[in-house]
């Protein structure tokens, strides 16, 4: 009754607020013509893609990684920019063999290993199997075992996007919208986080199974990517195993769990250059990271090149804008304490180019840009299979000046799906994107999230991916580029993080969480 009790009143205090919302809403001036700076051509852009795609799997601070690092930095050069560096040193877990055996001999078959969950000897580790309905608190009737934990897929219901963001546009029509229970493979595991609880219960190691998935999907998932070293190996396992899994831990077999796994410190880079302009206190922020395991995640850093060579050139800029090419974004817990994204250690060190203190300069507006030119792939018949569609460009707009920057930058398109949204709570963001709403930056981000998003492909994927597609989504934001920087501070506004006025959400979303405890 108490949760009951609550959800009510938190819906009422939603309702509340969406009044006050409306009141405060008021038509925005027209925008002002500004001519666009063309970027360069679909094959140059493609090129990028391509090359940067080339280097193979560019997981943080991997070789592969650090030689396309390089090679955004050669580009850059070229360019005539100054290209600097900030240089951080991680612990590097890089996994090799992998196996999955039943004392009976029954091989199962691995989707793939849990980042930096653990490691093992190339014999493995021999335990009893111990079944979980679900991730529990208390792992402890798994101590000295191996526990096997069904990892739920969370499925983007009516509730769920309203606690995620706000629905503020679909462009061009409502086929940009989420169906109710569409599925989102990346979710599921990066809220369902429980290595640490296991190792601390004494757990040797855990059988993760991937829920609602083809195992075809799950086959080479890089899921969870936010999580540190957690010294408790880790294996993926497609759902299609359950019943084996189940039936052998319900007879008390044992399994031998094999993870080979190498630790070493290694260094990687974060880039930026700045196009100065003629008013150097106050900068537009255009950000993406450059790590990731395929050819959509991530050609962030295609888009900001043919961005920065479009800008580099106009003389016309009033702002200076500074381009950051982020390293981290799979690994965020060794480069930031703390709620972030791999561009909150970059903010971190250079708030003189930001934050707006005295001898610092102001950024008064935020651009990112990842995952560019993505199809629509779906499971069909226990496969992915392409669906003929352009995959969901979800974009985060800030505030009502940048849902009206975004709504004139895709104006004429013959490709576009995107549905805009605007965040509810600071901590609930998806990408690079949620550092500068979390500082304050009034930005536009794009992060579409394909079923294929982390997942390890055959030539990475390239084939999913559509250039043309690619070749206006970065045309637009030259277009959101050009726009801002015309625009005067006041009229570009600001964002305010999440919190007071939104506190009624976050009543909702708690009731929410209790009703299904």
């Known amino acids: ?113 849990y980042p930096y969950s653990g490691r093992t000897g190339p014999d493995g580790m021999t335990a009893p199997l111990v079944w979980f309905d679900n991730a529990p608190k208390d792992f402890s009737a798994a101590r000295g075992k191996i526990a096997i934990v069904p990892v739920g897929r969370l499925d983007l219901t009516t509730l769920t996007t309203l606690m995620l963001f706000d629905r503020r546009a679909t462009l061009p029509d409502e086929s940009a919208d989420i169906a109710n229970g569409e599925i989102v493979p990346v979710l599921g595991p990066l809220t369902n986080i429980f290595l640490d609880r296991a190792r601390a219960a004494g757990v040797r190691g855990v059988i993760c199974l991937f ?18 070293y957690a010294d408790c190996p880790a294996l993926w396992v497609g759902d299609g195993q359950r019943d084996n899994l189940h039936q052998a831990a319900a007879r008390g077999a044992s399994a031998t769990l094999t ?42 850093p295609a888009g900001l090149l043919a961005l920065a060579r479009a800008h580099a050139v106009r003389q016309d800029r009033r702002r200076s804008i500074i381009f950051v090419f982020a390293t981290g974004h799979f690994q965020i817990p060794q480069l930031v304490d703390g709620h972030g994204q791999a561009t909150t250690a970059w903010l971190r060190r250079h708030p003189e180019l930001w934050d707006g203190q005295p001898g610092h300069a102001r950024a008064v507006a935020g651009l990112t840009l990842e995952h560019l030119g993505c199809m629509e792939w779906k499971d069909r018949d226990d496969r992915p299979a392409p669906t003929g569609r352009l995959e969901r460009e979800i974009v985060y707009a800030t505030n009502r000046q940048m849902e009206q920057v975004y709504r004139a930058s895709v104006a004429g398109r013959s ?71 015309a625009l005067p501070a006041a009229a570009i506004g600001s964002a305010r993080p999440a919190g ?6 976050a009543v909702v979303a708690e009731a929410l969480a209790g009703l299904h405890r």
């Open 1 to 113: 009754m108490a949760r009951r009790k609550l959800l009510i009143g938190g819906m009422t205090s939603l309702a509340a607020l969406g009044g006050l919302l409306a009141w405060r809403s008021r038509p925005l001036p027209p925008l002002p013509y500004v001519a666009p700076a063309p970027i360069p051509d679909r094959d140059t852009l493609w090129h990028w893609i391509e090359r940067l795609n080339a280097f193979g799997p560019r997981l943080t601070a991997s070789p592969a990684h650090q030689k396309s690092v390089d090679y955004i930095a050669e580009e850059l050069a070229a360019m005539g920019l100054t290209v600097h560096r900030d240089t951080h040193r991680i612990r590097r877990w890089t996994p090799g063999r992998t196996a999955l055996r039943l004392e009976d001999g029954t091989s199962i078959p691995v989707a793939a290993p």
């Open 259 to 300: 993870l080979e796994a190498t630790l070493a410190d290694a260094d990687t880079d974060t880039l930026h250059v700045v196009l100065e302009g003629s008013n150097p206190h106050e900068t537009i922020i255009v950000n993406t990271h450059t790590d990731g395991p395929n050819a959509c995640e991530e050609n962030g």
């Open 500 to 505: 007071g006025l939104m506190r009624p959400l």
């Open 415 to 485: 490709k576009l799906r995107s549905l805009v949204v605007a965040p509810r709570l600071a901590h609930i963001f998806l990408g690079e994107g949620a550092p500068l709403y979390q500082c304050g930056i009034p930005s536009i981000s794009l992060v579409p999230g394909p079923d294929y998003l982390c997942q390890l492909l055959p030539d990475g994927g390239l084939d999913r991916l559509d250039a043309d597609f690619a070749h206006q989504q970065v045309d637009s934001f030259s277009r959101a580029l050009t726009l801002l920087d």
């Open 211 to 228: 829920e609602g998935l083809s195992d075809a999907l799950a086959q080479g998932q890089v899921l969870p990517f936010t999580t540190p």
